[in-house]
């Protein structure tokens, strides 16, 4: 990495953790990967905001990822999320043939990780790089949290590993762990999900499975003020519209939404 980009990160981190303290609260764009995300619409609740906070999941909705590209390229400070590989659709035998994941089970992917295999390990460094070239060249501040697996089922031992290795890849980023069940590793950010994580510093709230269309978010913000990052998500930020009942390869989903949904976020924003 050119010592540009880490002097820029390093500075980055400086200056964006003391303001993360007092005004945490980012969306949690997941699906920012799709080929029909509206980036121009997107980027509408981050209008007047002094730092750009959002997270997204790579791999899963796209290899390319041009509005990542384009937050990235903003030159305010930003404090990003990313999650490396799907475990949803591991747990929910849904994944793609794109997935890491993809012909797992939990059992196996515990003992492949726990093995060193190279091909699934091949494909969790091959998204880990595309990761760290994006953020390379990015521009600004940048305060970098990178989660190893979204909502992961494997045991603690498979985790550790590639918890491991994401540190070892993107040294400069906060390495994240975010189990759906269970304690987090020791010593890592933990993140948790809904609207009731239950976490204790350091760590990082995101609504993601609840809608924040229908819960309190204030009280939402409130309980997870302490987080590092506390993210307000909703199910179009799945590109799933608001039917979740059916599912929907995520590279086939419907990213198009009005203007006016992003325009109601930036509000989202607004309550702290």
Not at 101 to 128: C, D, E, M, P, W
Not at 130 to 137: F, N, P, T, V
Request: glycine share 8%; net charge positive.
């Amino acid at each position: 990495m050119p010592r540009k980009y880490w002097a820029t990160l390093i500075a980055g981190l400086v200056t964006t953790c003391s303001l993360a303290k007092a005004d945490n609260v980012g969306l949690s764009y997941l699906g920012i990967c799709q080929k029909t995300w509206e980036c121009s619409e997107s980027m509408i609740p981050f209008q007047g905001q002094q730092v750009i906070r959002v997270g997204w999941l790579e791999q899963t909705f796209g290899e390319r990822c041009p509005c990542a590209d384009k937050i990235l390229q903003d030159q305010r400070p930003k404090e990003i999320r990313v999650h490396i590989a799907n475990g949803p659709c591991l747990r929910n035998r849904r994944c793609g043939r794109y997935e890491i994941f993809y012909g797992q089970t939990i059992a196996s992917a515990n003992r492949r990780v726990v093995k060193g295999n190279k091909l699934l390990l091949g494909k969790f460094h091959k998204v880990l790089d595309r990761l760290a070239a994006r953020l390379a060249a990015s521009r600004g501040p940048l305060t970098c949290y990178v989660s190893a697996v979204l909502e992961s089922d494997l045991n603690e031992k498979a985790r550790s590993i590639l918890y491991r290795l994401t540190a070892n890849r993107l040294p400069d980023c906060v390495v994240v762990d975010n189990p759906l069940r269970g304690k987090c590793i020791r010593g890592a950010v933990c993140e948790r999900h809904g609207q009731y994580p239950g976490l204790d510093r350091p760590c990082i709230a995101d609504l993601d499975g609840e809608a924040g269309e229908k819960i309190s978010r204030p009280h939402f913000l409130e309980r997870t003020r302490g987080c590092d990052l506390s993210f307000l998500w909703s199910p179009r930020m799945n590109c799933n519209g608001f039917d979740t009942s059916v599912f929907i390869d995520p590279r086939k989903r419907n990213c198009a939404y009005p203007r006016a949904y992003y325009e109601g976020l930036i509000g989202w924003l607004a309550e702290r």
